[in-house]
C-alpha cells in the first residue's frame, strides 16, 4: 500500500515539473510573440504612412491590408499561447492541489464551504467534518457551490441509505480510474468561471445558480402566442394590400389592418422591451456553463456505463445544452437589429419581429426551467462524487466499505487496520476493531495523550466516509447501518447561558433520547469523558448510571475515560467490554503505540507528566 501511495505521490510530482517546464517555455514563446507583435505593428505603420505619402490613398489601402496580415496572425498565436499559459497554470494548480492533499498540507488545499454556524447535529462538528481543517475540505473538488454542498449532505447524513450508498460506491469505483476526466471538470468549470485562484475557485454561486435564479424568480408574462397570431395575420393581409397599391390597383386599403397592427404592437412594448437583455444575460450564462456541459457532451465515455448514465440528459442530440445555446444565440442575432434604428423600424413597421423573437425567448426560458435544474444537479453530483473518487485515487490502499443489510448477519461492525484520513500516512496507527450484538458498550481506557479520542473519530469519521458512498481507510470495513451520535467536543455558550456541564448533559440526554426512539437504524454512539464537567464523585455516580442505561438499547457504542472504576461494569454485565491504549517513559520522555489493547488500562501517565513538567508531585503514586 505504502509503495503505491508513493509511487502515485511521485508520479503527480513528476507531472507538476513537467508543466511548469512547460509553463517557463510557453512564457518565453509569449514574450518572442509580444516582441513580434511589436515590431509587426510598428513596421506595418511605417510601410503604410510611407505608401500614403509617396503613392496615395489607394495604394496605401492595398499596403495597408496586406502589411496589418502577419500583424494578425501574431495576434491570433498569441492569444493561443495565453490560453494555453492560463491552461497549465490551472492544470498544475490541480496537480499541486492533489499533492497536498496526499501530505495534509492544509495552507495550500483549497478552501471549501464556510462551516455554518454551530447548529444541534448528532456528529458534524465531534468528527471534524466541517472547518478548516475538516474531511470536507480534504475531500473537496468541486468547483460550484451546488457541488462543494452535495457532499457535504452526503457526509452529514443521519439516516443511510444502502441504495443510494451502493450506486455511489459503483461510480466512485470507475471515476477513481478516470483522473483526467475528473481533472478536466474541474479546468473547464475554472475557466468558465474566469478565475485561477486556487484558493478561491468556484466558491460563488456561479454562473449556473444565478440563471437558474434569474429562471425561477422572473415572472412570466402572459403568452405572446395569441397576439402573434393576431398580428401575423394582420401582416398576411397588409402586405399584399400595400403591395396592390403600391401598384395603383387598389386604394390604401391596407392602412385599415396596418393601423391596428401598430396599436397591438405598440401595447406590447413593455413585455417585449428586455428582449435583448434577457437574451443576452441568458447567452452569457448558458456560454459559461457550455465551458463544463460541452466537455460532458463530447467525453468519450467508453465503458464507464455508471458515469455515462449519469450524463445522458447531457447525450440528448435534441435537448443538450449547446443546442439550447444555438437557440439563444439566433435570438440574440434577431434581437441585435435593435442597433440598428432604421432597419428595426422598418421591420417591425409591418412585420411583429421583436414580437416573433419574444415569444421564442418565452418559449427557450420554459424549456430551460425545466432542463438547466437537471443539468445542474448532475453537474453537482458528478462534482461530488469526483471529490470522493479523487480522495480512493490519491488513498491506493483505501477500501469500499462493505455495507450488510441483513439483519441478523453478525458481526455488526467489522473492521480491520482502520485508520483516521486526516491523520498524515506516515504517522497514522491503524487497529482492528470489531463490535458482535447490539446493545453492547465498549468502553476504552488508557493515559492521557494515549489515543482515545482520536479512536473514537476514526470509528465515527469512517462510518461517515462509509455512508456517503466513499472509500475508507483501512484494510476491510463490514458495517450494518447505524444512525450515528457523538459526545466529543461538546462547548458551553456564554449567549446561551449554558455552562459546559449542562451543555454535556443535554447532549448526553438528546443522545440517550435517539437511542430509545423506534427508528430503522440502531445508534452507534461515541462518547468521550462523560461528565467531566463535575466533581469526581458525582462524575462516577452519573456515569455508571448512564452506562449501565445504555447497555441492552437499540444501539453500540463505544465511551472513552479515565475513571477505571466504569470498566468494573463489565463483571456485572457481559455486553460491556474493556479495551485500552498504553503508554510508556524511554529517557524521561511520553512513549504512545497508539495501539488497541484488550482489557483495562493498567497504567496511568497523569502524574508522570506532571513530574516531567517539573510540578512538585511526591516520587509515589499516592499523593
Known amino acids: 500500500m505504502n509503495d503505491s501511495r508513493t509511487q502515485r505521490e511521485q508520479a503527480l510530482q513528476r507531472q507538476v515539473q513537467r508543466l511548469a517546464q512547460r509553463l517557463n517555455e510557453l512564457h518565453e514563446i509569449s514574450n518572442r510573440l509580444s516582441r513580434l507583435r511589436l515590431a509587426l505593428f510598428l513596421g506595418a505603420t511605417a510601410v503604410s504612412f510611407f505608401t500614403l505619402f509617396k503613392a ?86 468541486a468547483v460550484s457551490h451546488g457541488g462543494s454542498d452535495r457532499l457535504q449532505q452526503w457526509l452529514l447524513q443521519t439516516q443511510p441509505d444502502p441504495a443510494a450508498i451502493r450506486q455511489r460506491q459503483a ?54 402566442r395569441p397576439i402573434l397570431i393576431v398580428l401575423s395575420s394582420l401582416t ?73 448514465a449519469i450524463c445522458q440528459p447531457f447525450l440528448d442530440e435534441r435537448k443538450r445544452p449547446s443546442q439550447q445555446l444555438r437557440r439563444v444565440t439566433r435570438i440574440i442575432t434577431a434581437a441585435g437589429i435593435q442597433y440598428n434604428p432604421i432597419l428595426w423600424l422598418l421591420l417591425n413597421a409591418l412585420l411583429p419581429w421583436d414580437i416573433y423573437f419574444a415569444w421564442r425567448m418565452q418559449q427557450l426560458k420554459r424549456d430551460l426551467q425545466n432542463l438547466l435544474p437537471r443539468w445542474l444537479d448532475i453537474w453537482y453530483e458528478l462534482e461530488a462524487l469526483s471529490s470522493l473518487a479523487t480522495f480512493a485515487y490519491l488513498n491506493p490502499g483505501a477500501i469500499f466499505a462493505d455495507i450488510v443489510t441483513e439483519a441478523t448477519a453478525v458481526p455488526l461492525f467489522q473492521a480491520t487496520a482502520l485508520g483516521h484520513p486526516l491523520i498524515a500516512a506516515d504517522h497514522r496507527v491503524s487497529n482492528d476493531f470489531q463490535i458482535d450484538q447490539t446493545g453492547s458498550v465498549t468502553i476504552i481506557t488508557g493515559s492521557n495523550m494515549a489515543g482515545k479520542s482520536s479512536f473514537l473519530r476514526t470509528l465515527g469519521i469512517n462510518l461517515c466516509l462509509a455512508y456517503a458512498g466513499g472509500p475508507v481507510i483501512a484494510d476491510t470495513l463490514r458495517t450494518h447501518l447505524f444512525r450515528l451520535y457523538t459526545s466529543i467536543q461538546v ?133
Open 171 to 224: 461510480v466512485v469505483r470507475e471515476l477513481a480510474a478516470m483522473p483526467r476526466f475528473r481533472d478536466k471538470l474541474v479546468l473547464n468549470a475554472t475557466l468558465a468561471a474566469g478565475d485561477d485562484d486556487e484558493t478561491a475557485v468556484g466558491r460563488d454561486k456561479w454562473p449556473g445558480q444565478r440563471v437558474l435564479d434569474w429562471l425561477t424568480q422572473q415572472d412570466m408574462p402572459h403568452s405572446l
Open 236 to 308: 398576411l393581409i397588409t402586405i399584399p394590400l400595400l403591395l396592390l397599391n403600391l401598384a395603383n390597383v387598389l386604394p390604401p386599403w391596407w392602412l385599415l389592418t396596418w393601423v391596428p397592427f401598430v396599436l397591438l404592437s405598440g401595447a406590447q412594448t413593455r413585455q417585449v422591451g428586455p428582449l435583448f437583455k434577457d437574451a443576452s444575460f441568458l447567452a452569457d450564462g448558458l456560454r459559461k456553463l457550455q465551458a463544463v456541459f460541452g466537455f460532458l457532451e463530447t467525453y468519450p465515455y467508453a465503458q464507464n456505463n455508471g458515469v455515462q
Open 491 to 623: 462547548n458551553d455558550s456564554v449567549t446561551d447561558g449554558f455552562s459546559f456541564f449542562y451543555a454535556e448533559v443535554r447532549r448526553l440526554q438528546s443522545m440517550l433520547a435517539a437511542l430509545q426512539q423506534e427508528a430503522d437504524y440502531p445508534l452507534f454512539f461515541l462518547i468521550d469523558e462523560i461528565f467531566r464537567g463535575t466533581n469526581n464523585r458525582e462524575r462516577l455516580i452519573g456515569s455508571r448510571a448512564y452506562v449501565q442505561a445504555l447497555v441492552g438499547g437499540n444501539g453500540v457504542g463505544v465511551i472513552a475515560t479515565h475513571d477505571l472504576e466504569l470498566v468494573r461494569l463489565a463483571d456485572s454485565s457481559p455486553q460491556v467490554r474493556n479495551f485500552h491504549f498504553r503508554d510508556d517513559v524511554e529517557n524521561g520522555r511520553m512513549v504512545f503505540d497508539y495501539m488497541l489493547h484488550t482489557g483495562p488500562c493498567p497504567t496511568t501517565n497523569a502524574l508522570k507528566i506532571m513530574r516531567m513538567a517539573g510540578l512538585p508531585v511526591p516520587d509515589g503514586d499516592a499523593p
Open 56 to 141: 496615395g490613398p489607394w495604394p496605401w489601402v492595398g499596403v495597408s491590408i496586406l502589411t496589418s496580415i502577419p500583424f494578425l496572425v501574431a495576434v491570433a498565436r498569441h492569444r493561443r499561447i495565453q490560453r494555453a499559459i492560463t491552461q497549465h497554470h490551472l492544470w498544475r494548480q490541480i496537480k499541486q492541489a492533489h499533492l497536498a492533499r496526499m501530505a495534509l498540507d492544509w495552507e495550500h488545499i483549497p478552501a471549501t464551504l464556510p462551516a455554518p454556524p454551530r447548529l444541534e447535529h448528532p456528529f458534524a462538528y465531534d468528527l471534524d467534518l466541517l472547518g478548516e481543517r475538516s474531511l470536507l475540505r480534504l475531500l473537496d473538488t
